[in-house]
């Protein structure tokens, strides 16, 4: 089936880039949240990242569920539903905030995360396929470049937003309600202008039975009984747990670091992944031009590996830049690892994107273990910035396998490779 041009969805695209931004300004307010929480609730490093755990962990029990929705009731009725729900777990940030410093307060936190996770779970149901199906498959990773543009101002947008009417260093959660107030209405006025956009229902080539395809793998994927027989697909979701895990752990946890160096202003310092990503994005857009998305996917694993080893061995004052170096390398990996798992799956279009969705439960895996890491290194009340280092070696495993199913994981099954 040919795909229709790009330029039919130009405004469409828009309006999802806008959900991406929404997604990393939630997203970006969480990381800044695990300092706070830990200063006003004194919590140990692993404690305090369960804030991410709560929000990631609703991908684990919601991704299949939220598949089924937006296979029901289409696209656009599912981003309005998300956009809503995820105003709600803003607003539940004011109560929680209100009841600090007692720990009840900091549990109402981890809940209004879980909630507001389920809204971003059935987003990102929605909108990943939705991009990596307007238009040709193998521009998939550009598309996907311009849409991380959005989303990674807005992760660094949420921190410097909501460190405007709180102190990191000496927090009051009592001035939360503003901030909280004015983030959950804006989410909740963009659901509401949204039932009014319109927004095509699009379909992925072969995923209705009534398409015609010539495409052997498409053929053969549609006479599969179930969306567990695609071992590329299954390879891909461990390649995406692990992505955003490693994606997510530099953001959530630069401040962290910058404090453990004594830093002046930790804040500022959680704009180097999302630079970098964003600089990764707009140099990516242009090397997709030139080589296939799955080569290009092995150069940036390739860099992100050389500075995961390097930032071990260098003065913290100069590893803590490293991290803005893997945000770059980070960029062009998202949307390449989408597209090498979610095409070939003809009538399991929806159900495939609902199981890599499933997967970004990694966000809250990874930063999980790595603050339990930071407990188990350190020797002191307080992580090190050599405890950091170390407990940053976490990322090498993970691009290994990632580097792995570029190069051969994502070929496995099809009658092409």
Not at 132 to 145: V, Y
Not at 317 to 335: D, E, P, T
Not at 377 to 406: E, H, N, Q, S, V
């Amino acid at each position: 089936m040919k795909q229709p041009k790009l330029p039919v969805y130009f405004f469409p695209l828009i309006i999802i880039a806008l959900s991406f931004f929404v997604i990393g300004f939630g997203v970006g307010i969480n990381g800044i949240m695990v300092p706070i929480l830990e200063s006003t609730f004194s919590l140990s490093k692993g404690a305090s990242y369960l804030i991410l755990t709560a929000t990631f962990s609703a991908f684990l029990l919601f991704g299949a569920p939220s598949g089924q929705v937006v296979k029901k009731y289409g696209y656009k009725k599912s981003l309005v539903a998300a956009l809503l729900i995820m105003s709600l777990g803003v607003l539940m940030f004011i109560p929680s905030a209100l009841l600090s410093p007692s720990i009840s307060g900091f549990y109402l936190f981890l809940a209004a995360s879980f909630v507001g996770g389920i809204g971003n779970t059935l987003l990102q149901t929605a909108i990943n396929p939705y991009v990596t199906i307007c238009g040709p498959t193998e521009k998939a990773a550009q598309r996907m470049c311009l849409m991380g543009i959005m989303n990674q101002s807005a992760w660094y947008l949420g921190p410097v937003f909501l460190s405007l009417f709180i102190d990191v260093k000496q927090p009051e959660l009592d001035q939360a309600a503003v901030p909280f107030g004015l983030a959950g209405g804006i989410i909740a006025l963009f659901a509401l202008i949204m039932i009014f956009v319109s927004l095509p229902e699009v379909k992925a080539e072969g995923e209705s039975e009534s398409q015609e395809t010539e495409d052997e793998d498409i053929i053969e994927a549609n006479r599969k009984k179930s969306v567990w027989h695609f071992p590329h697909l299954i390879m891909g979701m461990v390649a995406l747990f692990l992505y955003v895990g490693v994606e997510t752990l530099p953001m959530a946890s630069v401040i962290d670091f910058a404090k453990s160096i004594g830093m002046e202003s930790p804040v500022q310092y959680a704009a180097f992944g999302p630079l970098g990503m964003i600089t990764g994005y707009i140099v990516s857009i242009f090397v997709l031009q030139l080589i296939p998305q799955n080569r290009a996917l092995v150069i940036f694993l390739s860099i992100a590996l050389a500075t995961s080893v390097i930032m071990a061995f260098l003065p913290p004052q100069i590893a803590i830049y490293c991290l803005s170096g893997l945000g770059f390398a980070h960029s062009i990996m998202w949307g390449a690892i989408w597209a090498l798992t979610i095409t070939r799956l003809g009538k399991f279009t929806k159900p495939g994107a609902a199981l890599m969705v499933v997967a970004i439960v990694g966000g809250a895996a990874l930063p999980l273990l790595f603050g339990l890491l930071l407990d188990a290194f350190k020797t002191g009340a307080t992580a090190t910035p050599a405890d950091f280092r170390m407990a940053y070696l976490i990322f090498i495993p993970c691009y290994l396998y990632i580097l792995f199913y570029a190069v051969f994981g994502h070929k496995i099954g099809s009658k092409r490779a």
